[in-house]
């Protein structure tokens, strides 16, 4: 196995000192970018680009090109474990993800397999090993999963919602059985990230978009609790290096403590909590990744480098964070901005290191 050029976003992830703060941005693969689209209509769907191994790495290497970034992620899909349950993903332009079989039964629920990853999810681990081959050790490879809760929402709303009234009704009028698919959504993601981690993952992150929906007790009943139980489950050393775990809950910030007790190594943050307070109030614990609104990329490149600035104040001196933005990057960013925005990070930080 080569050594690895540059570990600064493992380093930083272990609250290890580093010479600046690493960054990397969330959904940094995808329609912001021109040769994104251009090697997706080469593909044909999403999921033909999911599913191609040659093509996925591709578009996981072109943000790469492009900025200065210090980690990559797979190109993939949280969605790709309800697909591989048999549920049927697909996309409608404009839309956001569909199910043609969402679960709506007790029956469906108990029939739900826990897929073989290297079977019907061989898909990702091809690309995983072919990224990492392609990355040639210059930067680590993340890999990644949905959070049991999130895929949940998706699985029982069938598509995208508001309310989230189907899995809302599900949890509260029937608890049991809900813990039932997230118990075995929790086998599933473990299997799924252990084997992204043997096929060359260097670090996982895992999705929960949705937490932020439920209240406190909610939360840790039916989202926080599978997370714990996957951190539980994982490899953690590998290849000779601890494989760090992030857990990202959007709108999670009022839980910091909590997430930051569930045996990870780092808290992603989203922009509704100041850095700083979630350093004073964990850091000392797990590292931090965050937190720059993803809007503030529509705004011009000396508004951006401001921002940067006072995050990184605000995280203050020392290891232990990586700069990213509090959730993925907008369709409709210009990629200048976000040139902008690495630079930044890259010139700024290195006052805070050393
Ligand atoms: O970060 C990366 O660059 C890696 C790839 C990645 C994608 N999706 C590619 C993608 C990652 C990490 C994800 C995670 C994901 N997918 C999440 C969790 C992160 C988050 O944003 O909260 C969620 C909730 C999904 C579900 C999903 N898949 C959505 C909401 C969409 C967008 C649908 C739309 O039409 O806007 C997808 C599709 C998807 N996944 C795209 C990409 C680049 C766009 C598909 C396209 O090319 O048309």
Redesign the pocket.
């Known amino acids: 196995m080569r050594e690895l050029k540059n570990d600064r976003y493992l380093k930083a992830l272990l609250r290890q000192p580093v010479d600046q703060t690493p960054v990397w941005m969330?959904?940094?693969?995808?329609?912001y970018l021109p040769e994104?689209k251009a090697t997706?209509a080469e593909a044909g769907s999403?999921m033909d680009?999911c599913k191609n191994a040659e093509l996925a790495c591709e578009v996981t290497l072109q943000p790469l090109r492009r900025y200065a970034l210090d980690a990559a992620?797979?190109?993939?899909?949280?969605?790709t474990i309800p697909d591989a349950m048999g549920l049927g993903l697909y996309?409608e332009?404009?839309?956001?993800?569909k199910f043609e079989r969402p679960i709506k039964s007790a029956a469906d629920i108990k029939a739900l397999p826990v897929p073989d990853p290297e079977q019907e999810l061989g898909y990702v681990m091809n690309a995983v090993r072919t990224i990492r081959s392609a990355l040639d050790g210059e930067v680590p490879l993340i890999g990644?999963s949905?959070s049991p809760w999130?895929l949940a929402t998706?699985m029982v709303e069938g598509g995208p919602t508001k309310t989230f009234s189907k899995i809302k009704k599900l949890i509260f009028s029937e608890p049991a059985l809900a813990h039932v698919m997230l118990d075995k959504l929790a086998d599933a993601v473990t299997l799924y990230l252990n084997a992204q981690i043997k096929a060359g993952a260097q670090a996982v992150q895992i999705?929960d978009?949705w937490g932020g929906v439920l209240s406190g007790p909610a939360y840790r009943e039916f989202s926080l609790k599978y997370m714990e139980k996957i951190v539980a489950g994982l490899i953690r050393e590998h290849e000779g290096r601890r494989v760090p775990v992030v857990l990202f809950t959007?709108g999670g910030g009022l839980w910091l403590e909590d997430i930051a007790a569930s045996g990870c190594d780092a808290v992603g943050l989203d922009w509704t909590i100041d850095i700083a307070d979630a350093r004073r109030r964990i850091g000392d614990k797990v590292a931090l990744q965050g937190n720059m609104d993803p809007s503030m990329l529509y705004a011009p490149p000396a508004v951006i480098e401001q921002e940067v600035a006072r995050i990184l104040a605000g995280f203050g001196q020392g290891p232990g964070h990586v700069f990213n933005l509090g959730?993925?990057i907008h369709?409709d960013v210009d990629p200048a901005n976000a040139g902008a925005f690495i630079d930044a990070v890259n010139r700024l930080s290195r006052s805070y290191h050393g």
């Open positions: 969330m959904r940094q693969a995808g329609r994104y997706r999403f680009l992620i797979l190109f993939s899909d949280i969605l996309f332009t404009g839309e956001g993800p990644f949905g999130t998706y999705f978009t959007k959730h993925g369709p």
